[in-house]
């Protein structure tokens, strides 16, 4: 008989009534400079879902802490959430970025997204009414992520980590406003390195969106012009050039009227034509506005950078795009085409 010597690991004890796998953690401003880190623990037989809370110096520590203060270990290997507030990634992320990615429990695709308001108070008084919240809250960041059509950026840890790390693009997370009642897409926030430096409004929203991933919206809303397309398609060509220090955006722009109240007979093509042009003019205006917003806060969330990397004759970094982005000229030339409303009206869609 044989017996061979050796080191046996230390095993999980996963035993269902002694875990716990969360869906979610938040992270906010703690007093004296901690993280203040929450969970809803998952309920087993009748008890109620329950809050738990915690004031930390670490984010590890608050999982060693909440397994000391709770009866069932808490497990991370289902997490899908991480909300954090806009004081904390106003602040910089960075460090919790790095330690849930040293975590191997956690998942590449865990979603990211920054809450402004009282997110525990909506929660606690949601998981009253529908013990689920948490779970439906994962469901539609997946719901929006798998449709694409522009109605919310949805980031997960792996994008926002490739963008982090990348020297010629900068993160964005979206940002939602939570209430007692209510949990409300803000907009994209726009960060710098780490920190978060502004969100974007509700025009700016639609126009990053067309620049932004797949280049898709399911509508697109100009009360200026009063008028609502859907369907919206756009296919954006860019040219960056450095040594006349300029870049040139030109986009085709496809859709199909919805909506308008404005004193223009949509049946006559010649007049459909000029709203065409007028639209077009209108996102040219508006989006030649973002691109300067982003110009002065130093932010290049569309990977412009990848488009200059011809124009240089030597190894370009994320300094060297940094000094050159906010002082190019940018140019913007919308094309749109839009489906006339007779082809609405005959039943054509």
Not at 110 to 122: P, Q
Not at 196 to 203: D, E, F, I, P
Not at 279 to 294: C, E, F, H, N, V
Request: proline share 5%; hydrophobic share 35%; aromatic share 8%.
């Amino acid at each position: 008989m044989f017996v061979t010597a050796g080191c046996e690991p230390w095993p999980d004890n996963n035993i269902i009534e002694e875990i716990a796998p969360v869906i979610f953690w938040s992270i906010d401003q703690g007093p004296e400079g901690k993280l203040k880190i929450s969970t809803l623990t998952p309920p087993l037989s009748k008890e109620e879902k329950k809050m738990l809370t915690l004031n930390v110096d670490l984010l590890k520590q608050g999982k060693k802490a909440f397994n000391q203060n709770y009866y069932r270990e808490l497990k991370s290997g289902q997490l899908r959430m991480l909300l954090i507030s806009e004081e904390v990634a106003r602040n910089g992320v960075r460090p919790i970025i790095d330690t849930v990615l040293a975590d191997p429990e956690i998942s590449m695709r865990l979603y990211l997204a920054v809450y402004r308001g009282d997110l525990l108070g909506y929660l606690q008084k949601q998981i009253k009414k529908e013990p689920l919240t948490d779970y439906f809250l994962y469901r539609k960041f997946k719901h929006y992520e798998r449709r694409s059509r522009g109605e919310i950026t949805v980031v997960n840890l792996h994008q926002f980590m490739k963008k982090l790390y990348s020297p010629l693009a900068d993160p964005v997370m979206p940002v939602y406003r939570a209430d007692q009642d209510n949990l409300t897409y803000e907009g994209t926030g726009l960060f710098t390195k780490d920190k978060l430096v502004s969100v974007l409004g509700r025009t700016e929203e639609q126009m990053f969106q067309l620049l932004y991933s797949n280049h898709r919206l399911q509508e697109l809303t100009l009360p200026e012009l009063s008028v609502n397309v859907s369907d919206v398609h756009a296919k954006p060509e860019w040219k960056v050039d450095l040594k006349h220090s300029s870049v040139t955006m030109n986009m085709e722009i496809r859709c199909r009227i919805e909506e308008y109240h404005g004193n223009k007979d949509l049946l006559d093509p010649v007049q459909v034509n000029e709203l065409n042009r007028n639209i077009g003019a209108y996102m040219d205006k508006q989006t030649t506005s973002l691109l300067k917003k982003m110009q002065e806060m130093k932010v290049d969330p569309l990977n412009l950078g990848t488009f200059a990397l011809g124009a240089f004759h030597r190894k370009m970094d994320k300094t060297d795009w940094q000094k050159e982005w906010p002082q190019i000229k940018v140019e913007v030339k919308h094309t749109t085409f839009m489906e006339p409303l007779t082809n609405a009206l005959s039943g054509s869609r």
